[in-house]
């Protein structure tokens, strides 16, 4: 079965958009929300921006392994956005500020050009298939949003409520 261009998942979080930045900006947070990623290891030094390339690895079940990152967008309080070397994917956050001072927070996966035969091949006969695979991403997405949103609305920005 062919990739889908895009998997979503948005939430409505009740803090403000500069908070919930903190928490999706900062790469080495990310094993904090995604049921998938085990750490994002942050290469170079500086802050995080355009260009900031990471070291990730990832799991599933007894299943572990390595991927590489690029940041592609980095909009303070608005985009984050990495592409995965492997595979060629571009994972994002968007974030809009709402009416009540909140914020809507999309995290997507993007595939617009597919995805990458190797990867296919490997989530074909290692990770399931194609469609499995690819609706445990959006299962995964949404357990990302709702552990975002906790540490938001709780003030949990370091992991130490």
Excluded at 1 to 16: K, V, Y
Excluded at 124 to 151: P, S, Y
Aim: proline share 7%; with cysteine.
């Amino acid at each position: 079965m062919a990739n889908r261009e895009e998997i979503s998942a948005t939430i409505d979080i009740e803090a403000p958009p500069e908070v919930v930045w903190h928490l999706v900006s900062d790469p080495a947070q990310m094993p904090r929300w995604s049921p998938q990623c085990r750490k994002m290891i942050v290469r170079g030094k500086g802050p995080v921006g355009v260009g900031t390339t990471t070291i990730n690895v990832n799991r599933r079940g007894p299943l572990f392994w390595p991927t590489r990152s690029k940041v592609k967008e980095f909009v303070p309080g608005k985009r984050f956005a990495f592409k995965i070397a492997e595979n060629g994917t571009v994972w994002s956050y968007d974030l809009e500020p709402t009416a009540a001072g909140g914020t809507r927070l999309t995290e997507s996966r993007h595939a617009p050009h597919g995805v990458s035969n190797l990867s296919n091949f490997l989530t074909q006969r290692v990770l399931g298939g194609t469609d499995n695979f690819e609706v445990e991403l959006e299962q995964g997405m949404r357990q990302t949003l709702e552990r975002i949103k906790a540490a938001a609305e709780s003030g949990d920005l370091a992991g130490k409520a």
